[in-house]
Structures are given as C-alpha cells and as structure tokens.
C-alpha cells in the first residue's frame, strides 16, 4: 500500500496513509484513548499527591494543580519511622528476590538438565504449589513463625515470601535453562570443567536475564504484601512494612487522601523503576515460559 | 497421572539430550545424586513453608481451636469434621462462596476479553501508540494492589472523586451497595490484571508467522474471524495458561476486597472465601473454621490446577 505513494511528497504519502487507512486512524485513536484511561489512575495518584489540601478536598476536582506542594510528602515521610518501614519493605523483598533466584536456579537446573526418577512429579508438584492459596495458609504459619518465635521479625515475611515465589519461578526458569545448548554443557566438561564450575560461571551467567525476570514476581508479590505483613507483625511496629504505613493515613471514616495518595505513589515508584528496567527481558520471558 | 506411557515425538527429540548428559558425565553415583543436591534447598523451604503448612492447615480445621486454645487456656480438642459441619451449615458461607465464584468468573471473563482485545489492537497500530498502551499497562500492572485499591476508591469517592463529577452523580456512594462495590472491586481487578494477559497473548501473537494473517486477511476474513478461527487455536496453550492463571489469581482477590470494602463491606456483603477466612481467623479468633473455610479453597483451586494439567497434558505438552 505504500508502493502507491512513494514518487510522492513524504507528507502527502503520510496523509495519504491515514486516508486510505481509516481501520488503523481508528485503532491507533483508540490505542491512545485507552492508553489514557489506563494511566489515569496512575496520574490521578501522583497528582493528588501534589494537590494542596485544600484542591483535594474540593467538590470540584481539576485534573491539575497550579500549587504544587510537598506537604503531604512531608506529612508521609514526617510519619514516624517510616523510613523505618521503607527500608523494611526493601530488605524484605530483596532478601526474598536473591535467595528465592538463587534456589531455583539449582532447582530448574535439577529438573530441565537431569533425567531422574520422580522428575516429572516433581514438576507437577510444582505446578500444583503454584497454586496453592497463599492467603489460606495464613493461620497455620502464623502458629509456625509463633513457635519458632519469629513473629513480629522480618523472617516471619521472608521465609513464607521465599517459599511461595518458589514454584513459579522454578516453572519459569526451566524455559530459560532448556534454552542453553546442551553442546556447551560438553564443550565445558570435555574442556575439564567441573560441574559447579559449569554451574555457575556459564550457565549462571547464560539465564540471569530469565533470572531478571523472573525476579520481577518475587519482587512485586513481596512488595505488595499486606496480608503477612498485617498477619505476623502484630506487635511491634518497628518491624512493619510499607503498606502498613500506608494505611495509617487511611482511616475508613476520615481518609486523609492527600497522605494517601504520597504514600501510595512513593511506594509505587520503586515498582514501576524496576518493572520498566526489566519490560523487555519481562516480556520475552514470559513468551519463552509460556511457549515452552 | 505422572508417568508418561505414550511416546510423543517430543520424547524423541529429547533422546540426543539424554545421551549427552550420560556421555559427558560418568555415570557414578554422585553424578545420579546430583539432582537432588541441586533441589535440596527448594525442597526444604517448599517443604518446611509450604507442605507442613498445609498440613497443619487439615490438622486446625479438624480441631476445636479459637483464643482460648492459643493461649493455653484450654486443651485443644478433636472435633472430626464438626468445624466442616457447622460451616456447611451457615448459611452464610454458601453465600460467600457464591459470590466468590461469581465475582471471580466476572473478574476473569472481563480481564480476558480486555487483554485480548488490547493484545489484537497493539499489533493493529503503529510504535507510538503501541508504546504509550504499554506503558501505561506496565504501569497498572506494577501498581501494588493495596495502592491500587486505595486510588480507584480515591477516583470514585463520593465526595472528592472525579468519576463522580464527571458522571454528575452527585455524592453517590459506590461502596455502600453490593453490586456497586463488586463492580468496583472488579475495576480495580481488572485494571491490575489485564496487563498480565495482554503481554502475553501479544507475546504470542509475534510468535504466529504474519503470512498465516495476510492469507486469511487476503481471503477476506474479518477481524473477528481472523481473532476466532485462526489466531485463538494458534494461541490456544497462552490462552490456557492466562485462563487458568486469572482464575487463580482472581479467586483468592484478598487485598482489593479487604482495602476497597473495608474488611468485607457492610453487613459482610462484599465477602469473598479468603477475606471471610481472614476475618474468622484473626478477627473472630474462630482459627479451625477460618482453617476449613480455607481447606475449601484449596481443595477448589487443586480442582482447577487438575482441570489445567488435563488440558497441558491433551495439547501433548511436555513437562
């Protein structure tokens, strides 16, 4: 369709597209409206955050604000300890994110480089844990982390994030595991490597990028919690964890918006950073999963 | 279920694998070994964190154990399946588990259609519209869900919420009824979880050779008919797998319900199994129900996760 308006001016070809094409003018009209809608949340959140009191209370919200403030910034991070929290939040999920990477690496090499007895169990038993309602499980680890005396410390978030972030990720890796030749594998041993030296300088390195994104589902799901969060950290506000903080500010009665929305938007942000580092190795990982 | 008695040609293909790793390794003991070495840690935690929990989990809902038992107050007592008993017999968990069937059918048939069509849409237009599409679901989808919750309930609070404004619906209240609540939940749900299968399915959709789309475009196939009779059984595993992910996702919603609704709604109207099981345990200290309530769910998602590895297995997928 392009070859028609080639021996012309660029900008009539391009107006010359858009005419021949009302199917894609529509679909691209449409792509950016909902676009719009989608991010609107998103705007919403980080504009009220901004918004003096006064402009969110108002009868008549403005989608801007010509009197940007900190103030309900400062009233987020004024908060006691919420740094504290903060930095909880971040301890507990990279703790989480490294640990539960490294295991199922071994995990996935196990299942995707051997052929062993149980091999196909062990995978549906995977399959099956992925399953499992994380939230069901509530009541019985809150007795273990209480006979372990863990309740109230960070270990009572790691541990159980750890475990549930397992499964999947193991599902996930296998695709990127399976993906390095076997041929290497040779060359390496046949070169007279050993099998952790295999392990962990060329093999390693080959599926950090499905590593990477892997990681992005043990971040996000610890990041987010609040069940356990609100579960095992009954006593000691020391030990609390981001949305925790959050809900401070949200009393059902009185929200106080303005500190919602910062505290929202703040603990948002580290979110979305790390989701737009990895989006590319994201999506690609998620085809090989999922074509696998 | 387990082992697989026909030959697929996948198996086939995989022989050169088998005879690679024989050959590069002697076969020793310490070589069959190694497996299990490399899933030892993964087994402990999955089985000290996971296995023994649910476990305990059969175990609490089989026993009489509220505050008193915690405390030590009391013994704990072995009540069969009375706990079972006395749920089945409320009236109110069968309308609880109603509603959670529902709500999460309407939350998964609602984030397929939007994911799917968006997925068809982004491979319609051209960089820049594509990229800003992306962005903006990347950005729903990194949304944590307790800020998700509290910024749809912000955007359609009844007095300082644009929705309301640009509706003109005065001070409606979206969370006092029922239904209203629900919906809003499943905008919320939907918002946060149609990125998921949008990504995918378009993922997916690359991967189909664009001469299988000219030819049937070419033959005058509409874009429904493109969607329905030659995209769709393409994509079939990736739209598996989305399904079967959405439903289990989408029926254990807990944080949207408990934040938007404030703990279930009024009256407990906008309770779904997880946040009921939450409130027996932690609120009423009622530990066994809340543990039956979620033996229930669990025996319910394994239905699912059956249902799942039946169609894996039928696709002549390879584990």
Known sequence: MTLVGQDRKPRVNLVRRFVRRPGRLAAETAALLIAAVVAFPLYWMVLSAFKPAGEIESSAPRPWTLAPTLDSFRRVFGQQEFGRYFLNSLVVAVAVVVASALIAFLAATAVTRFRFRMRTTLLIMFLVAQMVPVEALTIPLFFLMRDFGQLNTLWSLILPHIAFSLPFAIWMLRGFVKAVPEALEEAAYIDGASRARFLWQILFPLVLPGLVATSVFSFISTWNDFLFAKSFIISDISQSTLPMALLVFYKPDEPDWGGVMAASTVMTIPVLVFFVLVQRRLVSGLGGAVKD | ?319
């Open chain 2, 1 to 319: 279920m387990t082992a697989p008695t026909k030959s697929r040609p996948v198996d086939r293909a995989r022989l050169p694998v088998i005879r690679g790793v024989s050959r590069s390794s002697p076969p020793s003991r310490g070589s069959s070994g190694t497996p299990w070495l490399y899933l030892a840690p993964a087994l402990v935690v999955l089985g000290g964190l996971l296995a023994y929990p649910i476990y305990q989990l059969g175990l609490i809902s089989l026993f009489h154990y509220t505050q008193a038992q915690v405390s030590g107050g009391e013994p704990t007592t072995f009540e069969g399946f009375g706990n079972y008993a006395e749920l089945f017999a409320d009236e109110q968990f069968w309308q609880v588990l109603l509603a959670t069937v529902l709500f999460a059918a309407a939350c998964v048939v609602c984030t397929l259609a939007v994911g799917c069509a968006l997925a068809v849409l982004l491979t319609r237009v051209r960089a820049v519209p594509r990229l800003a599409l992306m962005l903006a679901a990347l950005g729903a989808w990194a949304t944590p869900a307790i800020t998700g919750s509290t910024v749809w309930l912000f955007l359609f609070d009844a007095d300082f919420g644009p929705v309301n404004r640009v509706l003109g619906l005065g001070d409606h209240s979206w969370t006092y009824g029922r239904f209203s609540a629900f919906f809003l939940v499943l905008l919320e749900v939907v918002w946060c979880s149609f990125p998921f299968v949008m990504v995918t399915v378009y993922a997916g959709i690359r991967a189909v050779p664009s001469e299988v789309l000219e030819a049937a475009a070419l033959d005058g196939a509409s874009q429904w008919r493109i969607w329905r009779s030659v995209l769709a059984p393409m994509l079939r595993p990736i739209l598996v797998v989305v399904t079967i992910q959405s439903v289990i996702w989408d029926f254990k919603v807990f944080t949207q319900i408990y934040v938007m609704t404030g703990g279930g709604g009024i009256a407990g109207q906008n309770l779904v199994l997880n946040v009921y099981a939450y409130q027996q345990a932690f609120a009423s200290s009622q530990y066994s129900l809340g543990a039956a309530i979620g033996v229930v769910m669990l025996l319910i998602l394994l239905g699912v996760t059956l249902v799942y590895l039946r169609l894996l297995r039928r696709q002549g997928e390879e584990l």
